[in-house]
């Protein structure tokens, strides 16, 4: 027999490949981009890989304009052992702040004070002020108030700081915004506008500089920053992820697809930075993603060892590459979703 001319052989391949190609197999996608988030994570970002890729997600955001209930009964605000945390010293010039689940932190300079997130109405008084001053710091000295993102966990006391200390508070464009869009929601933690942060801006005090970046996703205006601490005199670079959960719309393939690309988008935005800036410890403003609640009680026992937070620059990376596979994932169902809508 006289075999096939290649060409023909090729035609018939391409036929066969294109007329049975298997349709996109979705459960398998989404398995994979699980799998590799859950060996990103290895045993550092198990809570943000819980969070993110296997705990049910919000739906939808928050466009009520309601006020908390910690806010109209402060009574009704958890009990100070859910929350209540010793400060700590982390770094030579950084220190802890926050509290159990939620932190705060106190970058010191030689003039001034910038703190970064400020935790709820009901405990920024006890945590930051309180914090400080066991510390032998100064609320006082509070030049700038950081709020990575506009929700009452985080921007609960900077509405106090900058009325007691004058401090001015930095936020992003959208989450501005969003504080004068719901003046019951941010009732007493609303902070007058003030500096609007742009991307790659510089906030300098006394020697020091944050770098502040735009990482929209878990909400439109969340910032993200870089810095250097110093740990006993050795410079060490931070990465700060302002934002992780997804808070945003997600249970529609419009926009939720669109939602998880500009949150994937800011995660590998910020693995850049990082890397860029040779980021060897990972910072948050929960301790469910950093675990910093844990490490600041590791710090007493470290003698002449590593610095509990110091992970080193490829272990950084892999946070960032968590928290871009589950987002992943759930875009994935969504296109599934938008492949076939019944379902
Ligand atoms: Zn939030």
Same mark, same amino acid.
């Given at each position: 027999?006289?075999?096939?001319? +290649?060409?023909?052989?090729?035609l018939?391949?391409?036929?066969?490949?294109?007329?049975?190609a298997?349709?996109?197999?979705?459960?398998?996608?989404?398995?994979?981009?699980?799998?590799?988030?859950?060996?990103?994570?290895?045993?550092?970002?198990?809570?943000?890989?819980?969070?993110?890729?296997?705990?049910?997600?919000?739906?939808?955001?928050?466009?009520?304009?309601?006020?908390?209930?910690?806010?109209?009964?402060?009574?009704?605000?958890?009990?100070?052992?859910? /929350?209540? =945390?010793?400060? =700590?010293?982390?770094?030579?010039?950084?220190?802890?702040?926050?509290?159990?689940?939620?932190?705060? /932190?106190?970058?010191?300079?030689?003039?001034?004070?910038?703190?970064?997130?400020?935790?709820?109405?009901?405990?920024?008084?006890?945590l930051?002020?309180g914090?400080?001053? &066991?510390?032998?710091?100064?609320?006082?000295d509070? &030049?700038?108030?950081?709020?990575?993102?506009?929700?009452?966990?985080?921007?609960? #006391?900077?509405?106090?700081?900058?009325?007691?200390?004058?401090?001015k508070?930095?936020?992003?464009?959208?989450? /501005?915004?969003?504080?004068?869009?719901?003046?019951?929601?941010?009732?007493?933690m609303?902070?007058?506008?003030?500096?609007?942060?742009?991307?790659?801006?510089?906030?300098?005090l006394?020697?020091?500089?944050?770098?502040? /970046?735009?990482?929209? #996703?878990?909400?439109?205006?969340?910032?993200?920053?870089?810095?250097?601490?110093?740990?006993?005199? &050795?410079?060490?670079?931070?990465?700060?992820? #302002?934002?992780t +959960?997804?808070?945003?719309?997600?249970?529609?393939?419009?926009?939720?697809?669109?939602?998880?690309?500009?949150?994937?988008?800011?995660?590998?935005?910020?693995?850049?930075?990082?890397?860029?800036?040779?980021?060897?410890?990972?910072?948050?403003?929960?301790?469910?993603?950093?675990?910093?609640?844990?490490?600041?009680?590791?710090?007493?026992?470290?003698?002449?060892?590593?610095?509990?937070?110091?992970l080193? =620059?490829?272990?950084?990376?892999?946070?960032?590459?968590?928290?871009?596979?589950?987002?992943?994932?759930?875009?994935? =169902?969504l296109?599934?979703? +938008?492949?076939?809508?019944?379902?």
């Open positions: 027999m006289k075999s096939m001319p +290649a060409r023909i052989i090729a018939l391949l391409f036929l066969a490949a294109t007329t049975f298997q349709p996109r197999n979705f459960e398998a996608e989404i398995r994979a981009a699980q799998q590799a988030a859950k060996t990103a994570a290895g045993d550092e970002f198990l809570g943000s890989l819980v969070r993110t890729c296997f705990l049910p997600q919000s739906g939808g955001e928050n466009t009520a304009d309601t006020l908390p209930n910690y806010v109209t009964n402060p009574a009704s605000a958890p009990a100070r052992a859910t /929350w209540f =945390a010793e400060p =700590a010293k982390v770094f030579d010039n950084l220190y802890f702040v926050g509290g159990k689940i939620h932190s705060s /932190w106190a970058l010191t300079t030689t003039e001034g004070i910038i703190l970064i997130d400020t935790i709820f109405p009901y405990n920024s008084e006890v930051i002020e914090g400080l001053r &066991k510390l032998g710091l100064d609320p006082k509070i &030049k700038y108030v950081l709020i990575s993102h506009a929700h009452g966990d985080h921007i609960g #006391g900077a509405e106090m700081l900058q009325t007691r200390y004058k401090a508070v930095v936020m992003g464009a959208a989450d /501005w915004d969003t504080v004068a869009s719901y003046p019951n929601r941010y009732k007493t609303a902070p007058k506008r003030d500096i609007v942060a742009t991307d790659g801006m510089q906030i300098k006394g020697g020091t500089t944050v770098t502040t /970046w735009l990482t929209p #996703g878990h909400t439109p205006g969340t910032l993200s920053y870089t810095f250097t601490v110093l740990d006993r005199g &050795k410079p060490v670079n931070v990465v700060y992820s #302002g934002g +959960a997804f808070n945003f719309v997600n249970n529609t393939p419009d926009p939720g697809i669109r939602n998880f690309q500009t949150y994937i988008d800011s995660q590998r935005k910020m693995g850049e930075k990082a890397a860029a800036t040779g980021a060897t410890v990972l910072l948050s403003n929960h301790s469910e993603f950093d675990n910093a609640y844990n490490k600041n009680r590791m710090l007493a026992g470290r003698g002449n060892g590593p610095h509990p937070y110091e080193g =620059a490829d272990e950084v990376q892999r946070y960032f590459q968590v928290l871009s596979n589950c987002a992943r994932a759930a875009q994935i =169902a296109e599934q979703k +938008a492949a076939a809508p019944g379902r």
